[in-house]
């Protein structure tokens, strides 16, 4: 029977894949799951980090530069995000037909969102490899 976790906004996801494996405790593993025909990656975290994405999603509500979780819950510490399946180091890689203009313009809204989070006074200090980019 698949697992399912129900975020505060009431929609149900059905865990399937795991993403990311955590080998110190399978409950911090990052898993897939979906819902209403989208997929989602399902991430259970530390009480103070869960709090500090509610604070940064609260604070930022709105951006259309910086990615937030979609749905969480609260109980449970876990925080859901849309489902990517490339990130964009690799985008930029793989596709070297990307014309320089589009190529600067990806940089751009990238050092955009970190200025974002500056202007507030967070940091950033995640990896760009892990910037994951929309399944279209």
């Not at 793989?94 to 589009?102: G, L, M, V």
Request: hydrophobic residues 35%; glycine residues 6%.
């Amino acid at each position: 029977m698949a697992s399912t976790i129900v975020g505060d906004s009431g929609r149900v996801y059905v865990k399937s894949d795991v993403l990311q494996r955590n080998r110190e405790d399978d409950n911090l593993s990052i898993f897939k799951a979906e819902s209403g025909g989208q997929s989602f990656a399902v991430k259970r975290v530390s009480r103070p980090f869960y709090n500090m994405s509610v604070r940064l999603a609260t604070e930022f509500a709105g951006s259309r530069r910086l990615r937030m979780h979609a749905d969480c819950n609260q109980k449970e510490g876990v925080l859901i995000y849309p489902y990517y399946t490339t990130t964009l180091l690799s985008l930029l890689r793989d596709k070297p037909d990307f014309s320089p203009t589009q190529r600067y313009k990806i940089l751009r809204y990238t050092a955009e969102a970190i200025a974002e989070l500056h202007n507030k006074n967070w940091i950033h200090i995640g990896k760009f490899s892990k910037i994951y980019m929309p399944n279209d």
